[in-house]
């Protein structure tokens, strides 16, 4: 008899309410009388004596059965006027990270992240460059492999490594490519 999320619906919480109240506050004749009425058997899961007493004073105190809000601090994160903060200051600087965003807008690193993710829905990518090979290219490619194993020894072992840093700005540090062939 609960929905999806488990909790009790509004219909089981206003009728255990009401019965609890026409049967003089008696949990278990509300319990049994509960399952006698949605037609549960008596192993079904009905809600306990905390619970259904927590239902009669949120309905004493509020005129509801449902959960009462949290009486918290009120969440300021994210307003409108944050919301717009960070998306002027992301579109003002789109290269900004969100942690310097953040102190642009006086604001926690990770609200800022939840606002451009829930929010603006921007979401957190990293940038690849990656080159297309012509087949041109791809010939050259080959037969420069095909000639560094024609220079390697019958019984050598050949141990190459690829590893370039590419800046942003173009340049590309190749100084960690290394080809050695060991005889």
Same mark, same amino acid.
Request: net charge positive; proline share 4%; glycine share 6%.
């Given at each position: 008899?609960?929905?999806?999320?488990?909790?009790?619906?509004?219909?089981?919480?206003?009728?255990?309410?009401?019965?609890?109240? #026409?049967?003089?506050?008696?949990?278990?004749?509300?319990?049994?009388?509960?399952?006698?009425?949605?037609?549960?058997?008596?192993?079904?899961?009905?809600?306990?004596?905390?619970?259904?007493?927590?239902?009669?004073? @949120?309905?004493?105190?509020?005129?509801?059965?449902?959960?009462?809000?949290?009486?918290?601090?009120?969440?300021?994160?994210?307003?409108?006027? @944050?919301?717009?903060?960070?998306?002027?200051?992301?579109?003002?600087?789109?290269?900004?990270?969100?942690? #310097?965003?953040?102190?642009?807008?006086?604001?926690?690193?990770?609200?800022?992240?939840?606002?451009?993710?829930?929010?603006? #829905?921007?979401?957190?990518? /990293?940038?690849?460059?990656?080159?297309?090979?012509?087949?041109?290219?791809?010939?050259?490619? /080959?037969?420069?492999?095909?000639?560094?194993?024609?220079?390697?020894?019958?019984?050598?072992?050949?141990?190459?490594?690829?590893?370039?840093?590419?800046?942003?700005?173009?340049?590309?540090?190749?100084?960690?490519?290394?080809?050695?062939?060991?005889?």
């Amino acid at each position: 008899m609960k929905n999806v999320l488990g909790n009790w619906t509004v219909k089981h919480r206003v009728f255990v309410v009401e019965a609890l109240i #026409k049967n003089n506050g008696s949990v278990i004749v509300t319990q049994k009388y509960f399952c006698t009425h949605f037609g549960l058997d008596r192993h079904a899961p009905v809600s306990d004596r905390i619970t259904i007493l927590l239902w009669v004073a @949120n309905f004493g105190a509020t005129g509801s059965a449902l959960k009462r809000k949290h009486p918290g601090r009120p969440r300021n994160a994210r307003t409108p006027e @944050n919301i717009y903060g960070v998306g002027e200051s992301v579109l003002r600087s789109p290269k900004r990270s969100a942690v #310097k965003n953040a102190s642009v807008v006086h604001s926690l690193d990770r609200n800022v992240r939840r606002i451009l993710q829930a929010d603006l #829905k921007f979401h957190p990518y /990293k940038m690849m460059v990656v080159q297309e090979l012509s087949k041109r290219v791809w010939e050259n490619c /080959k037969s420069c492999c095909n000639d560094i194993l024609q220079n390697v020894p019958e019984n050598g072992v050949l141990i190459t490594s690829d590893e370039a840093h590419f800046n942003l700005c173009g340049t590309v540090n190749k100084q960690n490519v290394r080809h050695s062939a060991v005889p």
